[in-house]
């Protein structure tokens, strides 16, 4: 569809991606056991050594069990030395970074994380467009052949951030009125994603210069745009919203909850326009994680020392 439509639907600011892969991978993923430990390499890496993207990821928690649990991380006090004695040494569960997850948590994993889905949560993972993965632990399963799938540990320590980040989990910036709501989830210079909650018909414009992707975690409703056919999204529904489509009306069937996920302009789609609405810098620079990797805080021109 890409090379068919071009700039039409991808966006003229984003017509590098017309002979590349789709800049965004966007999954529904509901383990019923736990998912191996694994991280992804940043870009220098895996273009240099996979001549592919790197992966940068976000969840956002749709469903988890007092059992549940997600690994984003290392614990707090140890150091690289003693993390990677452990994990060469098999002892993976000491180092790790165990959270029980909350419908409506939201998680960013930048590359280089050490990360893990346990059983019974479910989430939308969001993410660069790259399928280089590094195994460090699979639960010492094995398959149906009675071998365990293969690790990548010499890869992996090349990869990994040591440094212990105290909390990978985002607080939303929340902008609302009588009829809908919109929650800022996360923004990266990869992607940028909110949450909205509608109660009543909103009208949309599309943007020119970019795509959205939009996920239906709840709800229902109709995507309208005369003279086209309604389009009718319920709950696990996605659509892809061309640079192109111009307006269009999301009318909701009681409500509609919608992830929108985009490739953004992080100074005018993020900084600019929650600046003009009133919230701070703090607030702002906190959707783009903890760490001197936030992208946020060039878009916002602001000292990382000051945070």
């Known amino acids: 569809m890409v090379r068919e439509l071009g700039s039409a639907l991808i966006g003229r600011q984003l017509t590098d991606y017309t002979d590349r892969p789709f800049p965004l991978l966007i999954k529904y ?48 006090g140890l150091s690289k030395d003693q993390i990677v004695g452990r994990l060469l040494g098999g002892d993976f569960q000491s180092v790790m970074n165990f959270i029980q997850p909350r419908i409506g948590d939201v998680y960013f994993i930048p590359a280089g994380t050490v990360h893990a889905l346990g059983p019974g949560v479910g989430v939308l993972e969001i993410q660069q467009n790259s399928d280089v993965t590094y195994r460090l632990y699979d639960w010492d399963r094995v398959e149906k052949d009675g071998k365990a799938r293969p690790l990548h540990m010499e890869k992996a320590l090349k990869v990994l951030n040591f440094d212990h980040v105290p909390e990978y ?50 709800g229902q409703g109709w995507i309208v745009s005369p003279p086209g056919d309604p389009i009718w999204g319920e709950k696990g529904a996605t659509l892809l919203i061309p640079a192109s489509q111009g307006e269009f009306t999301i009318e909701p069937s009681g409500y509609i909850t919608f992830v929108k996920s985009w490739v953004p302009d992080l100074e005018k789609d993020i900084v600019f326009r929650l600046r003009s609405l009133g919230f701070s810098d703090s607030e702002i620079i906190g959707l783009g994680g903890v760490g001197i990797g936030n992208d946020l805080l060039r878009a916002c021109n602001v000292s990382g020392s000051a945070f």
């Open 29 to 76: 993923l509901f383990p019923s056991q736990a998912l191996s430990v694994q991280v992804h390499p940043n870009d220098e890496y895996a273009r240099k050594e996979e001549n592919s993207n790197g992966k940068t990821e976000m969840w956002l928690v749709l469903d988890a069990t007092p059992e549940s649990f997600i690994i984003v991380g290392w614990k707090a």
């Open 169 to 218: 989990r985002i607080a939303p910036v929340v902008v609302s009125d009588q009829t809908a709501t919109c929650s800022y989830l996360c923004a990266c210079r990869y992607f940028a994603a909110c949450i909205w909650n509608l109660k009543e018909a909103k009208e949309f414009a599309s943007d020119p210069s970019r795509f959205w992707v939009l996920n239906v975690v709840d």
